[in-house]
């Protein structure tokens, strides 16, 4: 009669092992992903360089003038824009705006509390004002419709749904392919009244004039690189950088939180990677819009 014994006493050593990375992984995270770095390779089986699958939904929000869905790994984002009519500012008369605003809600993680927008929500959302603003993605010039009298205001509500780290790649990436999927009615002041007449029947698109994408990276031990953190790995790197290139490889930014500082050897690795991330991003937004365009 055969003996069962060697199967199940495999099992228990699996079980077993299983349970001491569970318990080394919560009592030394540090160690635990040390002991993977060694290898260059990560706790979730990635590369160092290697970004989580990326995936993309425009068009989600039918109330929204444009919309994006974003996840990257289980950190999810959602991107909705909403166009409204108002008055350009005595400064500039012949601009309109764009407000950006990052909500991170406690239903996205333990970590986010109720009540008014907390420190990290705040910095998201002025990181993205600047990108908009150094990208020059969209001119606030084409949001002007009568000079000194009316322009549109863009509010892009950004809200993360699920956080597991490097939200401003991904809140990057749900702005821009929802500015992709904006549709404006066409406005026109009557001359007699000097009121906006605004026709909901005919839309057009807005006008990109660039397509930039943001690359997060994290340092570990001062030494170690690696692309797109968890949020776990975000918690135990010892700094952190987001570069954000466009489609002629120009730095429209780079944003580093403090931390310890880069070598300029290991800051040219972080731009190079995030143009080829640039290419990769573009390519899936144009491919997701155009689909959706057929559909239509």
């Known amino acids: 009669m055969a003996s069962h014994h060697p199967a199940t006493v495999g099992q228990t050593h699996v079980a077993n092992q299983n349970i001491m990375a569970a318990g080394f992984k919560t009592a030394e995270p540090l160690e635990y992903h040390r002991s993977f770095l060694k290898e260059n390779c990560r706790p979730d089986g990635r590369e160092l360089f290697e970004f989580r699958t990326t995936t993309l939904n425009i068009g989600s929000i039918s109330t929204a003038d444009g919309s994006a869905l974003v996840k990257m790994g289980n950190t999810t984002v959602i991107c909705g824009i909403k166009a409204e009519l108002t008055n350009p500012t005595v400064e500039a008369p012949g601009k309109g705006y764009i407000v950006p605003n990052v909500d991170l809600p406690p239903l996205c993680s333990s970590r986010f509390r109720p009540g008014p927008p907390g420190e990290q929500a705040q910095a998201a959302s002025q990181f993205i004002a600047d990108v908009i603003e150094s990208s020059e993605v969209i001119k606030t010039e084409d949001l002007c419709i009568d000079r ?94 987001t570069v954000v290139t466009d489609e002629e490889d120009r730095l429209c930014s780079v944003h580093k939180p403090g931390g310890t500082s880069l070598s300029g050897e290991k800051l040219q690795e972080c731009i190079n990677r995030a143009a080829a991330r640039q290419r990769e991003i573009q390519k899936l937004t144009d491919k997701v819009v155009h689909s959706v365009k057929a559909a239509q």
Not at 199 to 207: T, V
């Open 148 to 241: 000194g009298k009316l322009c549109w205001v863009l509010y892009c509500d950004i809200m993360c749904l699920d956080y597991d780290g490097n939200l401003l790649d991904a809140c990057v990436i749900a702005l821009l392919a929802a500015l992709k999927n904006a549709q404006l009615p066409e406005v026109t002041v009557n001359k007699e009244t000097s009121s906006p007449e605004v026709n909901f029947e005919k839309r057009h698109s807005l006008r990109l004039h660039k397509h930039p994408v943001a690359a997060s990276f994290c340092v570990f031990d001062d030494s170690i690189l690696i692309v797109d953190p968890t949020a776990e790995e975000e918690s135990l790197s010892t700094a952190r950088l």
